[in-house]
């Protein structure tokens, strides 16, 4: 199978990259290189070192796949040329800026919707032009549908509607139609906007995609990295480190685990490997043609406060001295609410969780202590600053 991977610079898309091609995949890989600038503009990097974009294009031709400079968003034509002379079967989209906080900075909300949006779409007019048989595959993100007091399905729900009196009957109607999203940030809108934009070109296009609501991965490496050179990049600041990754990297300098307010957020969670797993078998399971398939790609559920323990625990049993600290949140969310998700059709594919999450904790604290020093000279960034309402003040302890 051959698979064009947008955003393969990336912390998920080095790791495709290499799962890929290890598996007899023939991949092409672009990137723009933004992630390393934007993380550096915030300042801060990525505490796993990580090759050199001309280092990193030489072993990606050494474990058989090519990595080329190419800005999806803003690059039709040069997107639309590659998509034309490589010919994918499919289409993995990462080429997109994965962070709410950074969307809410003022003058950053605009630059965030719009690198989402054309980039698909130039992914999407690229294959209705060049490859109109290739499977598009779209990372969304588990956030589109904020939490809802209700169960969420796998991107469609049949909804029943009924109205007692209608004239001099009793009214009631049924429709498969999609689950609410209710975003929480800018970056989650983008999100939401490029389901829409999905689910009518499969409609009006006949395009098969896959849209992938994700939850949130974590871990720092997959087998594949079995040197250092080949490790993805882990962000642990704000703006662009999640929540297990900031903590273990917290606990390794022994700063504070921070949670933010009551730490009863619930979200969807995934180790990076699991994450290279599901995505290979919506790969070898495509969408048909004219299909809006939604996965739900999750391993489990679990609150904020359940994982700073978790890791808290893991890491004093390795000799860390972690603590929890409760610090006021910068966003504006439910810190308590009902959570439940529907995500069973990657299981009906044949996806087996590979590991726990505190199996999988552990494996990260050890190999990010030996990078202590690399996370040390950015503490800085560790406790968050930037609110939703736009103003930048440091959060504190409560």
Same mark, same amino acid.
């Given at each position: 199978?051959?698979?064009?991977i947008?955003?393969?610079?990336?912390?998920l898309g080095?790791?495709?990259?290499?799962? !890929?091609a290890a598996?007899?995949y023939?991949v092409?890989? @672009?990137?723009?290189?933004?992630? /390393?600038?934007?993380?550096? $503009?915030? %300042?801060s990097?990525?505490?796993?070192p990580?090759a050199?974009?001309?280092d990193r294009?030489?072993?990606a031709?050494?474990?058989?796949?090519?990595?080329?400079?190419?800005?999806?968003?803003?690059d039709p034509?040069?997107i639309?040329?590659?998509?034309?002379?490589?010919?994918?079967?499919?289409?993995v989209?990462?080429a997109?800026?994965p962070?709410a906080?950074?969307?809410?900075?003022?003058?950053r909300?605009?630059?965030?919707?719009q690198?989402? !949006?054309?980039?698909?779409?130039?992914i999407?007019?690229? @294959?209705?032009?060049h490859?109109p /048989?290739?499977?598009?595959v $779209?990372? %969304?993100?588990?956030?589109e549908y904020g939490?809802?007091?209700?169960?969420?399905?796998?991107?469609?729900a049949?909804?029943?509607v009924v109205n007692?009196?209608v004239?001099s009957a009793?009214?009631s109607?049924?429709?498969?139609?999609?689950?609410?999203?209710q975003?929480?940030?800018?970056y989650h809108?983008?999100?939401?906007h490029?389901?829409?934009?999905l689910?009518?070109?499969a409609?009006?296009?006949g395009?098969?995609?896959?849209?992938?609501?994700q939850?949130?991965?974590f871990?720092c490496?997959?087998?594949?990295?079995?040197?250092?050179?080949?490790?993805?990049?882990?962000d642990f600041?704000e703006?662009?480190?999640?929540?297990?990754?900031?903590?273990?990297?917290q606990s390794?300098?022994?700063h504070p685990?921070t949670?933010?307010?009551?730490?009863?957020?619930t979200?969807g969670?995934?180790p990076?490997?699991?994450?290279m797993?599901c995505?290979?078998?919506?790969?070898?399971?495509?969408a048909?043609?004219?299909?809006?398939?939604v996965?739900n790609?999750i391993?489990?559920t679990?609150?904020v406060r359940?994982?700073?323990?978790?890791?808290?625990?893991e890491?004093?049993?390795?000799?860390?001295?972690?603590e929890v600290?409760?610090?006021?949140?910068?966003r504006?969310e439910?810190?308590?609410?009902?959570?439940?998700?529907?995500?069973?059709?990657?299981r009906?594919?044949?996806?087996?969780?590979?590991?726990?999450v505190a199996?999988?904790v552990?494996?990260?604290?050890i190999?990010l202590?030996?990078y202590?020093?690399r996370?040390?000279?950015?503490?800085?960034?560790?406790?968050?600053?930037?609110?939703?309402?736009?103003e930048k003040?440091p959060?504190?302890t409560?």
């Open positions: 199978m051959r698979v064009l947008a955003g393969a610079d990336g912390y080095w790791s495709l990259l290499l799962h !890929l598996r007899g023939r092409m890989g @672009i990137d723009n290189g933004s992630r /390393r600038e934007r993380v550096r $503009k915030v %300042g990097d990525s505490a796993t990580i050199s974009w001309e294009t030489k072993l031709l050494a474990h058989g796949a090519d990595l080329l400079r190419a800005d999806v968003a803003t034509a040069l639309a040329s590659d998509v034309d002379r490589f010919r994918p079967d499919a289409i989209q990462f997109e800026i962070s906080p950074y969307s809410m900075i003022p003058g909300e605009w630059e965030v919707q690198n989402n !949006l054309a980039s698909t779409w130039s999407m007019n690229a @294959i209705r032009k490859a /048989r290739c499977h598009l $779209k990372l %969304g993100t588990m956030g939490t809802p007091n209700l169960p969420i399905p796998e991107g469609y049949e909804m029943l007692r009196r004239g009793d009214w109607q049924t429709d498969t139609v999609p689950f609410p999203r975003p929480g940030s800018f809108a983008s999100k939401v490029g389901t829409i934009n689910a009518l070109a409609k009006t296009w395009l098969a995609c896959t849209d992938i609501q939850g949130v991965v871990g490496e997959t087998p594949e990295m079995n040197e250092p050179d080949l490790l993805t990049r882990l600041d703006y662009f480190g999640t929540a297990i990754n900031r903590f273990c990297c390794v300098i022994g685990i949670v933010y307010g009551k730490g009863g957020q979200r969670f995934l990076l490997a699991d994450s797993q995505i290979q078998l919506i790969l070898e399971n495509p048909g043609a004219g299909e809006h398939r996965i790609q391993e489990a679990y609150s359940e994982l700073a323990r978790i890791v808290r625990r890491a004093r049993n390795l000799g860390m001295p972690a600290a409760h610090i006021d949140n910068p504006q439910a810190e308590e609410h009902f959570y439940q998700v529907e995500a069973e059709k990657l009906a594919m044949g996806y087996i969780p590979s590991t726990t199996d999988e552990r494996r990260m604290l190999t202590a030996k202590r020093d996370i040390e000279k950015f503490r800085h960034v560790l406790v968050p600053q930037q609110h939703w309402s736009g003040i959060c504190a409560t």
